[in-house]
T-cell receptor, first 113, second 114 residues
Framework: KAGVTQTPRYLIKTRGQQVTLSCSPI?????VSWYQQTPGQGLQFLFE???????NKGNFPGRFSGRQFSNSRSEMNVSTLELGDSALYLC????????????FGPGTRLTVT | GENVEQHPSTLSVQEGDSAVIKCTYL??????FPWYKQELGKGPQLIID?????GEKKDQRIAVTLNKTAKHFSLHITETQPEDSAVYFC?????????????FGKGTHLIIQP
């Protein structure tokens, strides 16, 4: 069974631009979570989606948003990019609303210049 | 302060020796404690987890222990091998399905010396 896939793997953007990242969960998984990983702050929870609904959101500004489609694929968007948004963005999938295990994809490395 | 504290930040052990990484959590409502291994250029890989109704879990050379009273949990790796070199993260959450989000420790860089 294929794992979590994320596209693109690498991205370079300029301050003020916006970016959209994509995540396809493990086949059959319906919950998708997003995390930001930086050297200074470590791994931080962004938000989680199940059945196209955002169930929880971490402590990030409104510039960070996401959505989930009926096939469980998810996208996250960051508007008005800042230098501090440079990070590895990780997507994780879980089987359903009650499964505990989360499986991560390889991440998208975003660099903001 | 940090909701999940992890120690040490760097651990160097001789190949074949054991390695222990410790975490402490603050939220008494936490009931799920996974451990992840992250290699360079890759996403975190779930290697073992434990729920609050269990005190210990073992999978081959890897074991995790949980002390709910002290709010401590630890990762034990025995007979370490070069491929165990990586960054290890502990985490905690209160609910399944990712609804609560995982709160991660800052990570431990494990170095296996040949």
């Amino acid at each position: 069974k294929a794992g979590v896939t994320q596209t693109p793997r690498y991205l370079i953007k300029t301050r003020g631009q916006q970016v959209t990242l994509s995540c396809s969960p493990i086949s059959g998984h319906r919950s998708v979570s997003w995390y930001q990983q930086t050297p200074g702050q470590g791994l931080q929870f962004l938000f989680e989606y199940f059945s196209e609904t955002q169930r929880n959101k971490g402590n990030f500004p409104g510039r960070f948003s996401g959505r989930q489609f009926s096939n469980s694929r998810s996208e996250m968007n960051v508007s008005t990019l800042e230098l501090g948004d440079s990070a590895l963005y990780l997507c994780a999938s879980s089987l359903d609303a009650r499964a505990y295990e989360q499986y991560f994809g390889p991440g998208t490395r975003l660099t903001v210049t | 302060g940090e909701n999940v504290e992890q120690h040490p930040s760097t651990l160097s052990v001789q190949e074949g020796d054991s390695a222990v990484i410790k975490c402490t959590y603050l939220d008494s409502a936490s009931n799920y404690f996974p451990w992840y291994k992250q290699e360079l250029g890759k996403g975190p890989q779930l290697i073992i987890d434990i729920r609050s109704n269990v005190g210990e879990k073992k999978d081959q050379r890897i074991a995790v222990t949980l002390n709910k009273t002290a709010k401590h949990f630890s990762l034990h790796i025995t007979e370490t091998q070069p491929e165990d070199s990586a960054v290890y993260f502990c985490a905690a959450s209160r609910a399944g399905g990712g609804a609560d989000g995982l709160t991660f420790g800052k990570g431990t860089h494990l170095i296996i010396q040949p």
